[in-house]
């Protein structure tokens, strides 16, 4: 079972299903809820509470939504490959770089880079992030970054700004043309290339909910009810067309975890129009 992200009407259906409560009911008991509330603390815990009087079967799977340009051809690849898994495998976006002489080569701890026929040293790369290029690339031991990633709630993802930042070159292309200098890559890239929006259902079990990774499955539940029950209350008391994308969790797999197809639900082409 899993809660329907994409709209305000199919999040209130999900929870009023998993609540055996109607939609009036629900609307009247958030409204309690808030004004009752002594602080932000207090919410919560009556949120909390609320959750755990009326639900009896919490639901045991996720949408995940994931943004990112593809290159034209492969947009029919079902797999969410983790960072090192992309990088150090043949694949089109491994190879599209090739093309341009930068290749990925597995070392003892981290990934290494070698640019026309070098090894780069990222201590002595003077432009863009180079600490950033490290930590994904698994320099830090115990803090290493290739996991794949995406948002819990669909119906104002477009509004998010990092929705906006991603139509452009993925955050780690973007990086990482910026430290070897060759802009061509990225103004090719975005040429042979599609944004989309490509979404998974995946048992809550293997998600992380970011700067949750340490909640436990009952947690997990929990806190994605809380979650979507404040998404629904803020429908109801706000203008819609005034409501921003600023509080939808960010969820990530592990890092050596690539997404079987068999989780795949399907994709949609993101427009310039679509992310006013």
Known sequence: ????????ESMEESICSILHMHPIELRNQLRIIDNTSADDDDYIHRLDLFIAEHVDTYPDEILLFHLARRLHGTEDSKEGRNLADLLLTDNPF?????????????GEQHIDVRYKGNIVDWDKCWKGNASY??????????REDF???????????YRNSYARELS???????????CLQCSNVGRKYMDESDY????YRLPLSIVMFDDHDDYSD????????????????Q??????????????PILRLADDYTIPSEYYVGREIVTYDMLK
């Not at 290029?133 to 320099?139: A, C, D, T, V």
């Not at 996991?147 to 993802?157: E, Q, R, T, V, W």
């Not at 997990?220 to 629904?232: D, T």
């Open 1 to 8: 079972m899993y809660i329907d992200t994409h709209s305000r």
């Open 94 to 106: 491994s190879l599209f770089l090739k093309n341009y002489n930068i290749e990925f080569i597995k």
């Open 133 to 142: 290029m490290k930590s994904r690339l698994g320099y830090f031991k115990g």
């Open 147 to 157: 996991c794949f990633n995406g948002f819990a709630m669909k119906d104002l993802l």
């Open 168 to 178: 452009g070159v993925p955050e780690f292309l973007g990086q990482l043309i910026e």
């Open 196 to 199: 989309y929006c490509y979404e």
């Open 218 to 233: 009952a947690l997990k539940q929990r806190y994605l009810l809380r979650c979507v029950l404040q998404r629904i209350y």
């Open 235 to 248: 429908y109801q008391i706000s203008n819609p067309r005034f409501m921003y994308d600023h509080d939808n």
